[in-house]
């Protein structure tokens, strides 16, 4: 099988919506590149708003970190809340928006009835050492002075929500909670149509120009004219400013089969999605079958009997009962990191602007940050300020750094 698929999550979605490429000549109030969820949220909103959106896509919904990543609906950032708003200026309504982010994915779940195993139950940070505790333990004391009911858990309450006794301690967000992520982005898609949006793919933009006061974007099939667009390919190509702006970090799942009735009860029985603390971390979850997934930094390839070594031999730690079990599916994607793990803005020309850089922390912020998008677009309000999407010229050794770094620590790891 090849390896650059959205793996498990391609085979349990429900169908895609049909799609054809562009043909001809189409005009829009906003066109918009990608359909993930930072550009189908942003043409949901246009669309429900009333604008005429057509929206590109180079491959097909979700076909980039989108239908690829764990599955985890966290709120705020990696970095701490006290970082974040001390990288932001005074009164920067960010912070909060991505605070509350989860809330939104919830909501937009059950407004458009999109099936994708949505459970918002919470999720669980892990520490495996007492670094990583005290780092829970301030993260939980920031949280709460901002009036979040986010709880540190005893290693006792950890071991009886994870199932394992590998952590000195979790911490409990209930704003939290997985879905099933390309579900959810081709629901997003479907919502997006139904609004009256128009979706093109595989329509990839091959040139972009403006003319007139309006943006023509060229695809193999025909063009778009409309003067506002918004770039949502996030580590998947938006162009020249954003790729010069994120370093890329490689991430990759491994899934079993389903797991049987004992087996399954005796792993994370409150349903919740879990991560570590490591600076290497891994997350894990079970999926609405049963399946156990597991994941980390690294790209598969010719690394992926390293990786796959490690995913055996950490599943086995977490849960001996797993020791031996089989993976079924793999697949990885791509991060687009920053430096300071804060999102970035970039523009394009007059009428042109995106984010990028989620850090990983795509399905929430994508989508609150892409109704923002829309909604800057149309007029009605203005974007957070964010820090521009600048060439980051260490990127390069940055993405280096990070595959190598997994990769060896994924090799020497090797404790049972």
């Known amino acids: ?78 970095i701490m809340p006290d970082e974040v708003e001390a990288r932001l200026s005074p009164g920067n309504p960010l912070p909060g928006l991505l605070a509350n982010a989860p809330a939104a994915v919830w909501a937009m779940i059950e407004r458009h009835q999109i099936a994708c195993e949505a459970r918002p139950v919470g999720t669980l940070h892990c520490a495996p050492d007492a670094a990583g505790l005290a780092a829970l333990a301030e993260r939980e004391r920031q949280w709460q002075a901002r009036q979040v009911a986010v709880r540190l858990l005893s290693p006792e309450e950890t071991r009886a929500r994870t199932g394992s006794d590998r952590f000195h301690g979790a911490l409990f967000d209930p704003r939290a909670g997985t879905v099933q992520p390309l ?8 919502a997006a149509l139904s609004a009256g949006a128009r979706i093109h793919a595989p329509s990839p933009v091959v040139s972009a120009d403006r003319k007139g006061g309006e943006w023509i974007l060229t695809t193999p099939g025909g063009r778009v004219t409309a003067p506002r667009v918004i770039w949502a390919g996030n580590a998947y190509g938006q162009g020249p400013a954003a790729n010069k702006a994120v370093a890329i970090m490689p991430y990759f799942n491994f899934a079993t089969d389903p797991l049987p009735e004992d087996l399954r009860r005796s792993i994370l029985p409150g ?26 930094i690294g790209q598969l390839g010719v690394d992926l009997a390293v990786h796959e070594g490690w995913a055996r031999r950490m599943m086995a730690q977490l849960y001996p009962q797993l020791r031996g079990q089989g993976f079924a599916h793999r697949w990885y994607g791509r991060i687009g990191t920053t430096p300071d793990a804060l999102p970035r803005l970039f523009e394009a020309g007059e ?33 957070p300020p964010l820090a521009p999407a600048k060439p980051d010229p260490l990127r390069g050794l940055r993405a280096l750094g990070l595959r190598a770094g997994a990769a060896a620590m994924h090799l020497i790891d090797r404790r049972d």
């Open 183 to 190: 579900a959810y982005a081709r629901g997003l898609g479907q």
């Open 1 to 78: 099988m090849s390896l650059d698929t959205p793996g498990l999550w391609a085979v349990t979605a429900p169908a895609a919506p049909a799609l054809t490429p562009l043909a001809g000549d189409a005009t829009a109030d906003l066109a918009v590149v990608g359909a993930g969820y930072t550009g189908l949220s942003a043409a949901l909103t246009a669309a429900e708003a009333g604008a005429r959106v057509v929206v590109l896509e180079a491959e097909g919904i979700g076909a980039g970190g989108s239908g690829r990543n764990v599955g985890l609906v966290n709120a705020g950032l990696w």
């Open 271 to 296: 349903g919740e999605g879990a991560w570590d603390t490591a600076t290497v971390l891994s997350s894990f979850r079970l999926d609405a079958a049963g399946r156990f997934v597991i994941g980390s």
């Open 351 to 383: 009428g042109a602007f995106g984010i990028t850089g989620y850090n990983g922390r795509g399905i929430a912020p994508g989508t609150v940050l892409g109704r923002a998008l829309a909604r800057a677009a149309l007029g009605e309000e203005k974007l």
